[in-house]
C-alpha cells in the first residue's frame, strides 16, 4: 500500500467519526505501525472522556422528551491550521465549556455603551468583514458578497475593516462556523494573542483559509469592542451559536446580535454548492 500521511486534521476527523471508509482503512494501518499517532489518537480519548466525566451531558444537556441527547462531537472547536498543535488541547478545551455561554451575553448586557453607535450590527460600516476568493477564473482576488457560493477546496482571504474611536483602541475577534456546527478561530491566530485591532484602514489577516468538506455553509462573524476580549469567552458563545445554527443560516445575523449584544458585529454567510 502506498504510503499516507495522516494530518492532524484527519486523524481528528477519524475520532469524531467523520472519515470515508477509505480513510478510515488508512488511519487504521498507520494507527497499527506508528506508536506515536496511536498515543495522539488515545490522548483525544482521554480528553473526551476527562470532560464529559466533569460536565455530564445529562447535567448540561438535558433532553426534553422524545429528544435524542446532544452529539459530544457537535461540541467541538474545528483545529484551524494556523494554530500549532500544542495550542489545540487549548482551543478544544476553551470551545467545548459551552456552559459558560450565559456569562458572556450577561457581560455585554453590563457594558452598556452611552455612544449613539448601534452595538450587535455593524452600523455606519464600524466594523466590516470582507472575504475575498483567492485563484478565481479571473486570475485575481475576487470580493464576495453576502450568501454567495463557494466550494469545497476554495481558499479565501478575510480582510478586515474597522473605524477609530474617540475613545482609544478597538479590539477584535473573527470566527467562522459550518455545518458541522464546527467553529474556527480566524483572529487572533490562537487564543493567548492580543485581540487589538488595527483601525482606519484595510486590514488582511496573515494567512487565507482553505475552506473543508464541511456541509451547507461557512458563515464569518467579526466582533468589535472599544476593551480586550477574552478569547476564550468568545469561543465559548460562538460553539453554542454554531449548534443553535443547526442548518439555518438564514439566522446567523438574528442569532449573532443577540449573542454579542452591545458589540459592533460584521456577518458574512457563504453558502457551500
Known amino acids: 500500500m502506498n504510503e499516507f500521511h495522516i494530518s492532524a486534521l484527519l486523524l481528528e476527523r477519524y475520532h469524531i467519526g467523520e472519515v470515508t471508509p477509505e480513510e478510515k482503512l488508512h488511519v487504521e494501518n498507520a494507527l497499527a505501525r506508528d506508536a506515536a499517532l496511536a498515543a495522539a489518537l488515545a490522548d483525544m480519548d482521554r480528553a473526551d472522556k476527562d470532560f464529559w466525566d466533569r460536565f455530564p451531558q445529562e447535567k448540561f444537556f438535558p433532553s426534553s422528551s422524545g429528544d435524542r441527547k446532544p452529539d459530544a462531537r457537535r461540541f467541538r472547536l474545528r483545529r484551524s491550521r494556523r494554530i500549532p498543535p500544542l495550542a489545540w488541547g487549548l482551543c478544544a478545551a476553551a470551545a467545548v465549556l459551552i456552559i ?17 453607535r448601534m452595538k450587535g450590527t455593524a452600523g455606519e460600516n464600524s466594523a466590516e468583514l470582507s472575504v475575498y476568493l483567492k485563484g478565481s477564473s479571473a486570475g485575481k482576488e475576487v470580493k464576495l458578497p453576502d450568501q454567495a ?78 476593551t480586550p476580549f477574552e478569547v476564550g469567552d468568545v469561543l465559548n458563545t460562538a460553539q453554542q451559536l454554531a449548534v443553535q445554527l443547526a442548518g439555518k443560516s438564514r439566522n446567523a445575523q438574528r442569532l449573532g446580535t443577540a449573542a454579542f449584544k452591545n458589540y459592533d458585529l460584521s456577518v458574512l454567510t457563504l453558502q457551500k454548492k
Open 149 to 226: 457560493g463557494i466550494q469545497a477546496g476554495n481558499t479565501v482571504q478575510l480582510i478586515y475593516r474597522v473605524q477609530p474611536e474617540s475613545s482609544g483602541e478597538r479590539y477584535g475577534v473573527i470566527f467562522s462556523v459550518d455545518g458541522r456546527a464546527s467553529v474556527t478561530l480566524h483572529y487572533p491566530y490562537k487564543p493567548g494573542q492580543s485581540t487589538k485591532l488595527v483601525s482606519g484602514k484595510a486590514v488582511p489577516l496573515d494567512e487565507a483559509y482553505t475552506l473543508d468538506d464541511a456541509p451547507e455553509y461557512e458563515i464569518f462573524y467579526f466582533v468589535v469592542g472599544d
Open 100 to 116: 459558560a455561554f450565559p456569562l458572556f451575553i450577561l457581560r455585554n448586557s453590563a457594558q452598556e455603551d452611552s455612544g449613539d
